[in-house]
Nanobody
Framework: QVQLVESGGGLVQPGGSLRLSCAAS????????MGWYRQAPGKQRELVARFTNGGSINYADSVKGRFTISRDNAKNTVYLQMNSLKPEDTAVYYC?????????????WGQGTQVTVSS
């Protein structure tokens, strides 16, 4: 069984920083792509940043220059460093991975972590 566990969310003032972590665990053979999405109240879930199958990185235009995604392949972990946070970054942040495991190949989601940017 595969699990994605996020951590690092919280309340931060505008202009502040947070670092999110997502660790994939279980019987995993390989991870094709992994990254972060977010969903604000009343809005659809959207891509924030992710590593693609080819190893490149995609960022949403709204976070370019402020957020940085990184990974530790040995730990099956991906991080999201969020700087210069704005109130519009407030959302539940979800980790997503497309991977090959013992039970087959497919996409997985974490449970989500709340990020609130407010003074």
């Amino acid at each position: 069984q595969v699990q994605l566990v996020e951590s690092g969310g919280g309340l931060v003032q505008p202009g502040g920083s947070l670092r999110l972590s997502c660790a994939a665990s279980g019987s995993i053979f390989s991870i094709a792509s992994m990254g972060w999405y977010r969903q604000a109240p009343g809005k659809q879930r959207e891509l924030v940043a992710r590593f693609t199958n080819g190893g490149s990185i995609n960022y949403a235009d709204s976070v370019k220059g402020r957020f940085t995604i990184s990974r530790d392949n040995a730990k099956n972990t991906v991080y999201l460093q969020m700087n210069s946070l704005k109130p519009e970054d407030t959302a539940v942040y979800y980790c997503n991975a497309f991977l090959r495991g013992v039970v087959g190949t497919g996409g997985y989601w974490g449970q989500g972590t709340q990020v609130t940017v407010s003074s």
